[in-house]
Each structure stands twice: as structure tokens, then as C-alpha cells.
């Protein structure tokens, strides 16, 4: 009983396997979505293509490098500037967008010219910037263009550039999961140990999986400079390349988005005998719990302790105001993955918010094995959800907001349900102690807001829109 | 009235259920990761429980440490019994919740890539 068949999905029965609904007294042993598998034909997914996992989450964060996309020009826009990863460069790497831009003739007769001259005109009108990565594209990798061969000849003309090459057409993997797995393992293999850096701090970590969506990285980054802990390497949050290219210098990988960059931790441990430490940094009580782990393992707790003080004495107040006015909110997640398992303690247990169901687009079973572990009965878990199922759930479970991305977000809000961006967020930093005030603060003005019920009130009176114009918007 | 083996086994349950909320070492992405979080983070947890703290001469061990202490700080605030429980009582709880875990996490885990060789 507890994997449920929608009425929506009656003629996909096999969407079943991926859609559990949480009973007493069982657990992960009994049931666990199939999840990683191909979308079901019939299913409409909203999933993202293995070349966004990885240019669009991992590699187009950089603050320094050129990111330059080997195709058609749409699979460049499309996965630019949708997330709000800033820099404290000037945002770089959200000002420009790179594409070789290819046309029939070029998939014709071979897009290997276009893409060297793509390259050097690119370094050529940015003299400033001189690391690069390129990515092949659906199109570019059926035809079979050498990238790595390219970008090699680039490098022995131009000895100051560095470029690091991503073969990951969209049509590789069931979801944007591949394009991480695939940016991970070869960074490991081409880019780790190509340096070092100067050593300023007895303390050393890569702090792995934060994209500093909205500034995340750089609240963060104020908690380790008051530790006295020196980041070798950021991966990717307003990261530079060549830092990247030192990871192997750490002496500790604290891991927060496990799903997208567990690898390289996994690999840094492996080959370098790097440690690698998971951490959630949404929610004051998990915030706490991963700067006291952090500072056990330097021997620095009573730094951690004063960090910790100073935080809560500064913004519980504010998340207690909210939790006042929040508690009882029922709250769905249909975000990637990690949101999912990151986030239904936290806001159970920092604002009374109970989550009723949650949707991963590209999770594996290790991350419903971790949400179900930590959710309550009777919430829905949903691998790859579909927008029928979205709404047959919306039904069932009445949540009072949904944190999903600006697609399913356009689609909730027409039935005017608020919904918050859980991918880019509303008005973030998320991550932290502040940042999850402002968390709150968000949920609390969608939820308490008035419009989007007086949006759904029709004052034409009685030129009202035909019912299937009504039901077409 | 409530046997010798049923306190037993709640007191397991208040440890499992800590750790299965709480603890995301337990879902490391292979079986050898979790049988090593496992091993290490508990044997260092019943060291810290009976006040025989262990050495950690490797950066792992060190992360292991890190980990028990964060568990077994946060489980003497939550269970008041643990600090009444004798040496004998915790190695004896603490091979029981090693049991459990594995079973959860790796023996009956329904993950299919658990046994990747690679990561």
C-alpha cells in the first residue's frame, strides 16, 4: 500500500515504484523509490538535461572562467543566468555567456575550426580572464568533435591559459545527476594536485556542494574567517580555478549538497586520505551542529562556541518571531534532491512548519534513504514528479506553500498557492544563521500575503472568460 | 511489567532514532563508507560514553571523533538514562544500535549502488 498509484498515473502504472507515501512503523528496509532511472515514457518531467548538471550547477559558478558551450546557441541560454550564483568579482560569470553558436553547415561538415576560433576570440576580448571550460552539447557530441584535442592545441599556443574540458551531451544520463558525476570525476582526474597554494592557517578545508545561491558562500565565508579556518578551495561558490586546482592540499572536505560533489569528497578522501564531513547549512539548530563538528575535528571548540553565541544572540529572536507565526504551515519541497532531506527537520523543528510532501528531480536512493529516515508519516516522497502528479497531490495534501523552482512555481501559482523559490531563492542567502531568518521571512510573506488569494478572484462579473479559456490559463 | 529486555531495546530505539534523524554519516554513498563511518564514529562514541576517550592518530580517526562527540553530547542531553548507564550497559547498547544500523543502512538497504566499485 504505502507505494501509491495516482488516479493521474493509471495509465503509467510503473510510476508507482517512485512515489511513497509514508506509513507507520516502516522505513527505509520496506520501501524506497526507484530513483537515478530513466523518466517513464507518458511521465511529463520537469528534469533538467545531464550538460546543465553540469555547466548550470558546477561549472558556470566560477568567478573566473569562461564557459564556453560547444552548440546550438539555446543550450547556452538556457542554462545562464536562471540560478543567482553572485561573485565578489562583479558577478562575472552572470554577466556573459559563451557559445560557438552552431549552425547546420557546422554540423555538417565538423565543428572542431569553429570551436578553436570560439575559444581564442573569447581569451582574445577577455585578456583578463585566462581559464576556460568547455562543454559539449548533444549536437556537438553526435557528430564527434575532440574537444579535449582542441582545447590542447589552444593550450600549446597560448602557454598562459588553462582549460579543462566537460563531455557531457544533455543526452548522457536520465538526469542532470550524470552532468555532475561526470564534472566531478574529471576534475579529480585532470585538475587536482596541478597546484598549490600558500598555507595561511593551521586549519585547512575545501568546503564542497554550496553554490553561493544568492550569497550563501559569502555568509559562510564570514563564519570561517571568525574561526580562523582557511578554505583552500570552494566548490564551486564564488570559486576560482586555480583554487580548485589545490584541493588536495586540505585537511578536511566538509560536504553540503552530498548529491552533486559528493564524488570529488569521496575521491579526495580515497586518493588523498582527505576526510570528508557532511554538514547541513540550512537551519539554526543543523548550523550549530556542523560548526561544532568542524571546529571537534580542528580542536577549536571554543571558537565554534563563541561563533555559535554570537549568531543565535543576534538573529533567534527574529526566527522565533516567525516560527510564532509559522507554525502549523504546511509546506511542500519539490526541488532537486538534497533540498528535500536538508530541509524537512529544519523547519519542523526551527518554525513549527510541518512538510506533507516532497518531489526530488534528479535524487538518488541514498537521498530518499536520508529523507525518510528524517521525515514524518504521512508525507508523500516522489522521485521525478510530474505536473499531473503535482496536482493531484496539491489536492490531497492542501499544502499551504511550495518550495519549488520558477517552472512548477509558474504552475502553483496559477491555482494561487504561494510558492517560494527553492532553487534561487526568493530573497536569499538561505544557508546560516541570518540566512535562515530570511528563509522564514520569505515563507511568512508568501503564506501571509493576501494576493495571491485576491488574485484568484474574477471581477469581470459577468464577462467572466469563457470556462475553457479559464481552463487553458 | 517491563522486562530487563524491553528497557534494553528502548534505550537502543532512543539511540537509533537519534542517529537515523540526526546522522548523515550513516548514508555515505557505498556500503565500504558506511561500514567504515559506522565502525569508527561508534567505537569512538563508546570510548566518550565510558570516559576511556580513543587516540586519533589519523585525520579519519579525527573525523570520527568529531562526529561521536557532536552524537554523544547531544544523546546525554536527550536521554537522561545514559548518564546512570554502566560500561557494561553502554558496550552492550552500543553493539546493539552497530546492528541495527548496519542492517538499515547496509545489509537490507534497498540503495542499488551501494555496491558500485566505483564512485
Known amino acids: 500500500m504505502p507505494m501509491v ?321 509559522l507554525k502549523g504551515t504546511k509546506m511542500a519541497i519539490w526541488t532537486g534532491g538534497p533540498r528535500l532531506w536538508h530541509w524537512t527537520k529544519s523547519v519542523e523543528d526551527d518554525l513549527g512548519v510541518q512538510v506533507v510532501a516532497m518531489s526530488s528531480k534528479f535524487g538518488h536512493e541514498e537521498d530518499f534513504e536520508k529523507v525518510i529516515a528524517r521525515g514524518k508519516e504521512g508525507t508523500y516522497y516522489i522521485d521525478d514528479g510530474n505536473e499531473l502528479e503535482f496536482f493531484e497531490i496539491i489536492e490531497l495534501v492542501k499544502p499551504d506553500v511550495i518550495f519549488t523552482g520558477p517552472r512548477v512555481g509558474e504552475l502553483v501559482k496559477k491555482l494561487h498557492i504561494p510558492y517560494v523559490n527553492g532553487h534561487g531563492y526568493h530573497n536569499g542567502p538561505y544557508m546560516g544563521f541570518e540566512g535562515f531568518v530570511n528563509l522564514a521571512r520569505d515563507m511568512y510573506n508568501a503564506v501571509h500575503s493576501p494576493l495571491i488569494g485576491l488574485a484568484g478572484i474574477d471581477i469581470r462579473g459577468n464577462k467572466a472568460a469563457p470556462e475553457q479559456i479559464k481552463e487553458a490559463a | 511489567m517491563t522486562s530487563n529486555n524491553e528497557i534494553l531495546s528502548d534505550k537502543v530505539g532512543d539511540l537509533y532514532e537519534y542517529v537515523q534523524e540526526r546522522c548523515l554519516w550513516q548514508f555515505y554513498s557505498r556500503s565500504w563508507d558506511r561500514v567504515e563511518n559506522i565502525d569508527g564514529i561508534l567505537a569512538q562514541a563508546t570510548g566518550m560514553f565510558i570516559g576511556k576517550k580513543l587516540d586519533t592518530p589519523t585525520p579519519q580517526d579525527r573525523y570520527f571523533m568529531a562526529e561521536a562527540k557532536i552524537m554523544v553530547d547531544d544523546c546525554l542531553s536527550r536521554y537522561s538514562w545514559l548518564k546512570d548507564a554502566s560500561e557494561e550497559e553502554i558496550r552492550v547498547i552500543i553493539g546493539e544500535l552497530h546492528g541495527r544500523l548496519t542492517d538499515i543502512a547496509i545489509t537490507s538497504s534497498k540503495n542499488h549502488e551501494l555496491t558500485h566499485t566505483l564512485y
Not at chain 1, 555567456?97 to 561538415?109: A, G, L, P, Q, R
Not at chain 1, 560533489?261 to 564531513?277: D, F
Open chain 1, 5 to 325: 498509484l495516482l488516479k493521474c498515473d493509471k495509465d503509467i502504472p510503473e510510476r508507482q515504484k517512485h512515489i511513497y507515501l509514508k506509513a507507520p512503523d516502516e522505513d527505509t528496509r520496506s520501501y524506497l523509490p526507484i530513483s537515478n532511472a530513466a523518466t517513464i515514457p507518458g511521465s511529463l518531467s520537469e528534469r533538467g538535461c545531464a550538460f546543465c548538471g553540469a555547466k548550470l550547477v558546477i561549472g558556470g559558478v566560477l568567478k573566473d572562467t569562461i564557459q564556453m558551450i560547444h552548440g546550438p546557441i539555446g543550450c547556452a541560454y538556457d542554462t545562464w543566468h536562471t540560478k543567482r550564483y553572485p561573485t565578489d568579482n562583479g558577478h562575472f560569470n552572470m554577466k556573459y555567456v559563451w557559445s560557438t553558436d552552431m549552425k547546420e553547415s557546422h554540423i555538417v561538415f565538423g565543428g572542431e575550426k569553429r570551436l578553436e576560433k570560439s575559444i581564442n576570440e573569447a581569451f582574445d576580448e577577455m585578456p583578463e580572464i585566462n581559464r576556460m571550460i568547455v562543454y559539449t552539447t548533444c549536437p556537438t557530441a553526435l557528430i564527434g568533435d575532440d574537444i579535449k584535442a582542441v582545447a590542447k592545441k589552444v593550450m600549446q599556443e597560448r602557454p598562459n591559459v588553462d582549460i579543462f574540458t566537460v563531455e557531457c551531451p544533455g543526452f548522457s544520463g536520465v538526469s542532470q545527476s550524470k552532468g555532475h558525476h561526470v564534472l566531478n570525476i574529471g576534475w579529480i582526474n585532470e585538475k587536482v594536485d596541478t597546484l598549490t597554494k600558500e598555507i595561511t592557517s593551521p586549519y585547512t578545508m575545501n568546503f564542497i556542494g554550496d553554490f553561493n545561491i544568492q550569497g550563501d558562500t559569502q555568509l559562510l565565508q564570514t563564519y570561517w574567517d571568525k574561526l580562523g579556518i582557511q578554505i583552500i578551495s570552494h566548490f564551486t561558490g564564488n570559486g576560482a580555478y586555480d583554487d580548485l586546482r589545490c584541493m588536495q592540499q586540505a585537511q578536511l572536505n566538509v560536504v553540503n549538497c552530498a548529491r552533486s560533489s559528493g564524488y570529488i569528497a569521496n575521491e579526495l578522501k580515497k586518493r588523498y586520505g582527505i576526510p570528508r564531513l557532511d554538514i547541513d547549512s540550512w537551519g539554526f539548530s543543523y548550523m550549530a551542529e556542523g560548526i561544532r563538528k568542524i571546529c571537534a575535528f580542528f580542536g577549536i571548540e571554543e571558537r565554534g562556541e563563541a561563533l555559535i553565541a554570537e549568531e543565535e544572540a543576534k538573529w533567534k529572536p527574529k526566527l522565533d518571531w516567525y516560527k510564532e507565526r
